[in-house]
């Protein structure tokens, strides 16, 4: 069963804006209050990066790139995971990933290896 479902990737021209999703399913909705949520990315021939992490209070963590452009956010009532994208650079393009951590691990973290329920992915492709 697939746990989370991402969607709202396409294509933008640079300097423009986009809105990602990211919904639950199955466990993950049911502790999705309770659970340390992320979007990574991936480019063609770059290993998965975190871009964006939120905790279970709400704190965000962002990547260095990501930082002042992207806001990631949590609506615990629509049980809905979002990634407000600004500002777009063609760097910004890329495959996202939501994902989540146990939980049993309430802390933040960039490590790919700490997330243990992922989407498919949507992709994000920035035009020059």
């Known amino acids: ?4 479902v991402e969607s709202g ?6 300097g423009g804006s986009l809105r990602l999703s990211c919904a639950p399913s199955g466990a993950t909705a049911y502790m999705f209050t309770s659970i340390v949520m992320a979007w990574f990315r991936q480019s063609p021939g770059k290993e998965r990066e975190a871009v964006a992490i939120i905790d279970i209070g709400g704190a965000t963590t962002y990547s260095n790139s990501a930082q002042g452009r992207f806001t990631i956010s949590k609506d615990n009532v629509k049980k809905r995971l979002y990634l407000q994208m600004n500002a777009v650079t063609p760097e910004d393009t890329a ?3 939501c994902a989540r951590r146990g939980r049993n691990y309430p802390g933040s973290s960039f490590a790919e290896k700490d997330y243990v329920v992922w989407g498919q992915g949507t992709q994000v492709t920035v035009s020059s």
């Open 95 to 97: 495959m996202y990933y």
């Open 9 to 14: 990737g396409g294509s933008v021209q640079a």
């Open 1 to 4: 069963q697939v746990e989370l």
